[in-house]
């Protein structure tokens, strides 16, 4: 068949290896201690330059199975900071500083991500990042930190730990406006959002079938069902559109942004979604900071914070009306 | 994971734009009746007679035999040249009766009924539900008691979709005597015109005729005409439930990419109005509902049950677009143009073939395997 979307063989294997070393290195759990992920395990397992030419070569792998890599981050949520570290790499190395995309690469030079905000900008889960990625709508710029005063702000419900500058000014050493760039950001951001989403229906699913309330498991409860049904279709409707997209921003086809767009939508939607009702579905426990479903939801927000998706009307979609065929498009 | 069409691929898909350009009718389908009939007959004759029909249907029946993704082509090409609508009378036949033939029936069946479906020479009809068995079909009681070669049919169905205008129909029938449930149905074909059959047409809330009750006298079926065994209905209906809930809407989906720019085209919103954001989200969605389809017939189902999500999202989907094209009309929307026909349809899209209510069931005991409660 020339069309196929089932995962290949190299592809089930990276992500067989991925979600092992996930699971050994990124429980949920961790995030319970409120501090900075450690990316060390995530660059030792070459997450950060999977789509990256290696030494002067092809690179191993494409975008397809950066995407679909990134999807396993957002169900472990892993910092924002591989997020800045698989895209400041590609910035560097597009400006010709290889070296500090080597460095990036490696994990010897940690990238943060910062949210072009009011006043100034906020940096996510900086820990020992001499750079940060700073998400500026659709453009993305790299900014040297040293010398900069960063302080720890109140994030919210203190689930993320956040710094804003304090003094100084970050020193801006690289700024793409590129769209391929941009649709490839959006393309990860959306592929954690649906990690994210994913996680929140599977973990929902697990407590409704254990839970037990009136003698029964709430999950046999109707309205529980239809929550969780509802969690299913809008995951299965992202993860679609994420073959759809990455496919699409890989092979260069003239729709990739417009599918990229889409996606991005559809993946937010389903990460704010599934985890609101996330929270519904597990009752108090799922309200307290003791459970781990608070920790999904604020991961949500905090990365529909970051990129822009392209204008949902700005581009031709891919399956244009007969007018624009009898035209002869 | 690829989505690369061959050089051939692109040859089939100009040579069916080009078709279908030439030849899809330029006139608005009569909604009903033997018009409707005619109409849809002589369309599909016309797409037989130059090889458009039956594209992914084995050749051995008069199908073409193609792959997946011409399958894919010919519906994306038939949506954008406007091609009447793939929910006409032809519908069951082509979408779910045919292709239950096929998986399940005789050699004598298939080679009987398939051929006079592709070529357009019959209609079909579906009688499954019953006034006291709608989403709960097991409960229905329809009998059909076998006598010498022959089963005979008493009771009623409704909501059969075409049975004004139908030579066939899958009919499902309670068997054996006294039994419950699942047990001792059977799917047969029931020829419309036997004696016995009484056909009253029911209105629907669009103003249009498509479905029936169909009333049954001492109908005589012979015991040749069950597909996929004696009292094995349920399973042969759930054969039939696959392929309306996987494959049967292919067409209707893809059509939702056409009618979103049409109506984003008819509205013309400001950028950032509104109307603009709401159109944008619909967009995508209706992508993300295209990309479904395209993993349905591309991808190994994980679970049998995966044809609900699809099913789900579309109808609703598909009546939020037309929610927008009424808000968007304004007054007009109250004249009976096909933005309101369209919207006042679409109710039957979380009804029809399993309610919302029930895919839900379904997504949520099948595919996520939460526990089935009563
Ligand atoms: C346009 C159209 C065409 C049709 N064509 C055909 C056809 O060709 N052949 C045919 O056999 N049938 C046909 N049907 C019938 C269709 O399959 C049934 O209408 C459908 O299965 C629902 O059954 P019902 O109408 O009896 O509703 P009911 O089953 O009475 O449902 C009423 C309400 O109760 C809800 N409900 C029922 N059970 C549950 C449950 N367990 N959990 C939660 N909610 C529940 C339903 O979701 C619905 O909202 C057609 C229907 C329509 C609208």
Redesign the interface.
């Known amino acids: 068949m020339t069309c196929d979307l089932n995962l290949n063989e190299d592809q089930r294997q990276i992500l067989g290896a991925a979600s092992v070393m996930l699971e050994a290195s990124y429980p949920v759990a961790r995030r319970r201690q409120r501090r900075p992920d450690d990316l060390a395990e995530l660059a030792a397992f070459g997450a950060f330059g999977l789509a990256l030419p290696q030494d002067g070569g092809e690179a191993g792998y494409s975008v397809v199975e950066e995407a679909l890599l990134h999807v396993l981050l957002g169900r472990h949520v892993v910092s924002t900071g591989a997020l800045a570290a698989s895209l400041a790499a590609r910035l560097a190395a597009n400006t010709g500083r290889s070296d500090l995309a080597d460095g990036i690469v490696a994990g010897t030079t940690g990238v943060c991500a910062a949210i072009a905000a009011k006043d100034s900008a906020l940096l996510v889960e900086r820990g020992e990042a001499s750079f940060a990625l700073l998400f500026d709508g659709r453009e993305l710029a790299l900014l040297d930190m040293d010398g900069i005063d960063a302080r720890p702000v109140e994030s919210l419900g203190h689930g993320i730990p956040l710094q804003r500058i304090a003094s100084g000014e970050a020193r801006e050493i690289a700024r793409s406006a590129d769209d391929e760039l941009a649709d490839t950001a959006d393309l990860l951001i959306s592929a954690q959002l649906l990690g994210v989403a994913e996680a929140a229906r599977d973990l929902t699913v697990a407590y409704a079938n254990m839970r037990q309330q009136f003698g029964q498991p709430i999950g046999g409860f109707q309205a529980i069902k239809h929550h969780c049904a509802n969690m299913a279709v809008g995951a299965e409707m992202a993860s679609a559109q994420l073959d759809m997209a990455a496919i699409a921003l890989r092979d260069r086809r003239a729709d990739a942004s417009f599918q990229v767009a889409a996606l991005r939508h559809l993946a937010e939607k389903a990460a704010i979604f599934n985890t609101r009702t996330a929270v519904q579905v597990h009752g108090g426990i799922g309200f307290s900071a003791e459970a781990d479903v608070h920790h999904y939801l604020k991961q949500a927000h905090l990365l529909s914070r970051l990129g822009a998706g392209a204008g949902l009307l700005a581009m031709p979609a891919p399956l244009a009306p007969h007018e624009a065929l009898i035209r002869g498009e | 994971?690829?989505?690369?069409?061959?050089e051939a691929?692109e040859e089939f898909r100009a040579t069916a734009?080009e078709w279908l350009?030439a030849n899809a009718p330029k006139d608005r389908a009569p909604p009903d009746g033997q018009a409707s009939r005619d109409y849809a007959l002589a369309w599909l004759a016309r797409c037989h007679r130059d090889g458009w029909s039956g594209i992914s249907w084995p050749t051995e029946y008069g199908g073409r035999g193609l792959?997946?993704?011409r399958l894919?082509i010919w519906y994306?090409e038939y949506?954008?040249?406007?091609a009447p609508s793939v929910l006409d009378c032809t519908f069951v036949a082509l979408n779910h009766a045919g292709p239950t033939v096929f998986a399940c029936g005789t050699e004598e069946q298939k080679a009987f009924h398939l051929p006079r479906i592709l070529g357009g020479k019959v209609i079909w009809c579906q009688g499954f539900s019953e006034p006291g068995a709608g989403s709960d079909l097991a409960a229905l009681s329809t009998s059909a008691v076998v006598d010498g070669d022959h089963l005979v049919v008493n009771g009623q169905k409704i909501w059969s979709s075409f049975a004004d205008v139908a030579d066939y129909q899958e009919l499902l029938v309670r068997t054996l005597p006294g039994s419950k449930r699942h047990q001792g149905l059977s799917w047969v074909i029931c020829d419309m015109k036997s004696k016995g059959i009484t056909v009253r047409p029911i209105e629907n809330m669009a103003g249009v005729t498509h479905f029936a009750e169909v009333f049954y006298d001492n109908v005589r079926i012979p015991l040749s005409n069950v597909v996929g065994g004696l009292h094995e209905g349920w399973k042969t209906a759930m054969t039939t439930f696959g392929f309306e809930r996987k494959t049967a809407a292919i067409g209707l989906q893809?059509e939702l990419?056409?009618k979103?720019?049409?109506l984003?085209?008819l509205a013309e919103?400001l950028?950032g109005s509104a109307t603009?954001v709401r159109?944008?989200?619909l967009?995508?969605?209706?992508?993300?509902?295209?990309?479904?389809t395209?993993?349905a017939l591309?991808?190994?189902p994980a679970n049998a049950s995966d044809g609900s999500?699809v099913r789900?999202?579309f109808g609703e989907l598909a009546q939020r677009v037309y929610r927008a094209a009424m808000d968007i009309l304004g007054p007009d929307a109250l004249l009976n143009g096909s933005w309101t026909h369209d919207y006042l349809e679409s109710y039957s899209e979380t009804i029809a073939g399993g309610t919302a209510?029930i895919?839900?069931?379904i997504?949520?005991?099948r595919?996520?395997?939460?526990?089935?409660?009563k």
Do not use: C, F
Not at chain 2, 1 to 6: G, I, Q
Not at chain 2, 283 to 292: H, T
């Open positions: 994971m690829r989505l690369s069409l061959t691929d734009r350009l792959s997946q993704e894919l994306e949506v954008r040249a406007r893809l990419s056409v979103i720019e049409d984003i085209a919103p950028p603009a159109l944008g989200e967009r995508a969605e209706v992508a993300g509902l295209r990309s479904m395209y993993r591309l991808r190994e999500l789900l999202s209510e895919q839900r069931n997504i949520a005991e595919i996520l395997g939460m526990p089935r409660i």
